[in-house]
């Protein structure tokens, strides 16, 4: 298997694969600085992009852009004291209380260094990973890893967030809208409406962007205002030096708990980060300290969540089980190249596994360079209000969206994606299952069927089958046993049980509008051929209940909802509605001149001369851009 490491190298030093890498990373970088983006935004932008490339360039594209996300947000999290991405929020505690003592780069040099240790350690694990655990794999029959995919899907739901409800109705959600389209057993056309757009499913970007980017986006501009109130000044990396070296076993350790982490399918960096803070709290002889700015915690943070990230791609290669919601977009992408991670992949394409270590070691390395050598810059430029960024940024989104199929389905289908996006967001269910549900969905109704014609039913009975389903079924004991301590040992009210519950109005109605969906697709269903409705039945069977169950709990505590937020953002929802259906109209060219106005002059607050300049630019790159990309930009009716 070794022998495949240095052609692997040698493929990737290619000047068009090294520079696909260097773009990946340099896209990764802008999107971990902004924050709530991250690692998923970055991949999903990326996506129509790498199929300009070959399958080599296309996913070092993807894999510079995930592995340098966490090193990145460490200068907004130092800097602005706003975690780029909620893995970093360790890191905005500690960090940007250092900051305002004076330490900022002492807090990043240790950021940038730690962040560098975590990926290459990740990068190291997953190298090793792929022969030893090859065997296992090819181990496994279609039962098993059908079992796999249910267990990352269940851990996705269950470990994001405190509802474990929200959690699977995410994860129900996705699957649903990963069964529209052609059945892979029989000849039926599921839930297409009687719509040609639908009849080949949804895109994977389609699916990210509207449910990650749009709802960020919305939000960012909704806050208003710059990104910070004023530059932060960073000078002399000796002391971030320093610091590196007298921490440097916390950071091996926080380290291998993120690979732990990223290993664990849908652990995600979050969980991970957190625990890897909570050990140095512990290992500390001074506990007190943290919270106020202890370079010890920005250490641990960083060291942990960037070893997460690589590492999440373990499982992913393995057993084809996203660890986490950017794994789940760059495992799409593979099977779009024809590569499908697990038995196969191990025995024909090892060159592409060592391809993915070297590409994230690189990253990692290459990553922490670059940070060191822009923050000073950067940290000039934290003025700025957001919606000079937004602006490109919901450009490239509309472009990206449009390359699924070159037609005005794509726009509607990014701008209602985006609306779910954004009610999920509101209403405190994690989107993460959604997404990795959906990715999943066209393996799992494989592995499903080929099952059920193989063993019939008796697979259950597999005692492979039977550990897997202890797996699932021990962590719903112990949350169980876990929350009746909790509501035996404190008195609940009806603020503390709405506290983290979102605003409850948007998740009634979020949780109405799906349950209708998914009854009408019940209905729907019993048209369908036994085969083809394996895999619609797996999610709107378990799916009606968990939809009814959450519009009872939203309801019955719908007085005590006090948010207001999602109200804020109401009209920049409508401004992306209107700006789609200027373009169904008016076209891509005509409908963008008012929007991007309206976004540097009316959110911005852009002088102007500067603002004609700026907005003058991004048209223009819209146009090359839409140049490089197949097709031309959406046309309107009238023009």
């Known amino acids: 298997m070794l022998e495949h490491a240095l052609p692997a190298f040698l493929a990737l030093i290619d000047p068009v694969r090294i520079s696909a890498l260097l773009a990946g990373m340099a896209v990764g970088m802008i999107f971990g600085m902004l924050p709530g983006l991250g690692g998923v935004a970055a991949v999903s932008i990326l996506l129509p992009f790498i199929y300009l490339l070959d399958d080599y360039s296309g996913l070092a594209m993807l894999l510079g852009a995930v592995a340098v996300v966490y090193t990145a947000d460490t200068i907004t999290s130092v800097l602005l004291g706003a975690p780029g991405s909620p893995a970093s929020a360790p890191t905005a505690i500690e960090g940007h209380a250092l900051a305002k003592q004076g330490k900022a780069a002492e807090a990043l040099g240790v950021g940038f260094l730690a962040s560098m240790v975590g990926g290459l350690l990740g990068a190291v694990v997953l190298l090793f990973a792929i022969p030893v655990a090859g065997p296992i794999v090819l181990s496994l029959g279609t039962p098993e890893l059908f079992m796999f995919a249910v267990v990352g899907l269940f851990f996705a739901s269950s470990m994001l967030g405190k509802n474990l409800a929200k959690g699977l109705a995410a994860a129900l959600f996705g699957i649903f809208i990963g069964s529209i389209g052609p059945a892979s057993a029989e000849a039926d056309f599921r839930f297409t409406l009687d719509q040609v757009y639908l009849l080949d499913g949804l895109s994977l970007t389609i699916v990210a962007l509207g449910l990650f ?3 960020e986006v919305i939000a960012m501009l909704a806050s208003g205002g710059g990104i910070s109130g004023g530059a932060v000044p960073v000078t002399n990396w000796r002391n971030g030096f320093v610091e590196f070296v007298k921490h440097r076993w916390l950071i091996f350790r926080s380290a291998l708990i993120g690979v732990f982490g990223g290993f664990v399918p849908a652990v995600g960096a ?30 641990a943070a960083e060291g942990a969540n960037n070893a997460t990230i690589i590492s999440d791609l373990i499982p992913t290669l393995l057993f084809s089980v996203p660890g986490g919601p950017a794994a789940a977009i760059f495992l799409g992408a593979m099977f779009s190249f024809g590569y499908y991670p697990g038995p196969r992949m191990i025995t024909q394409n090892p060159d592409v596994m060592f391809l993915i270590v070297w590409s994230v070691a690189l990253a990692s390395v290459i990553g922490a360079l670059i940070c060191f050598a822009v923050t000073p810059a950067l940290a000039r430029l934290t003025k700025l209000p957001f919606a000079l960024i937004a602006a490109p940024l919901v450009l490239v989104m509309v472009m990206g969206a449009y390359q699924s199929t070159g037609t005005m389905g794509d726009m509607v289908m990014l701008l209602l994606l985006g609306l779910i996006g954004w009610a999920m967001k509101h209403a405190d269910w994690p989107r993460a299952p959604a997404l990795v549900g959906f990715v999943l969905a066209d393996p799992m109704e494989q592995y499903f069927w080929l099952s059920n014609q193989i063993h019939g039913w008796s697979w259950l009975a597999r005692p492979g089958v039977i550990i897997i389903i202890l797996l699932l079924v021990t962590p719903l004991i112990y949350r169980w046993w876990k929350a009746r301590k909790e509501m035996s040992e404190t008195s609940s009210t009806d603020d503390s049980r709405d506290s983290d519950a979102g605003d409850l109005r948007v998740n009634l109605g979020l949780a109405l509008v ?22 619609p039945w797996l999610a709107i069977l378990p799916g009606i209940p968990i939809f009814a169950w959450l519009v009872y709990q939203s309801s019955k505590n719908l007085a005590a909802s006090d948010k207001t937020d999602a109200l804020s953002e109401i009209p920049y929802l409508l401004a992306l509605g209107i700006y789609v259906l200027g373009i169904y109209l008016f076209g891509f060219y005509v409908a963008t001149v008012p929007f991007v106005a309206w976004m540097l002059f009316g959110c911005a607050g852009s002088r102007p001369i500067t603002g004609l300049v700026y907005g003058a630019v991004i048209y223009g790159l819209s146009i090359f851009l839409f140049g490089m990309l197949r097709g ?3 046309g309107g009716i009238f023009f």
């Open 213 to 215: 980017g749009v709802a």
């Open 270 to 299: 979050s969980a991970s980060t957190w625990v890897a803070y909570g050990h140095a709290i512990r290992s500390s002889k001074e506990p007190k300290k943290f919270g106020k700015g202890d370079i010890r915690g920005v250490a």
């Open 514 to 535: 799906l349950l209708g969906v998914f009854v009408w697709a019940f209905f729907s269903s019993l048209e369908f051929s036994p085969d083809s409705r394996l895999l």
């Open 632 to 634: 031309g930009p959406p």
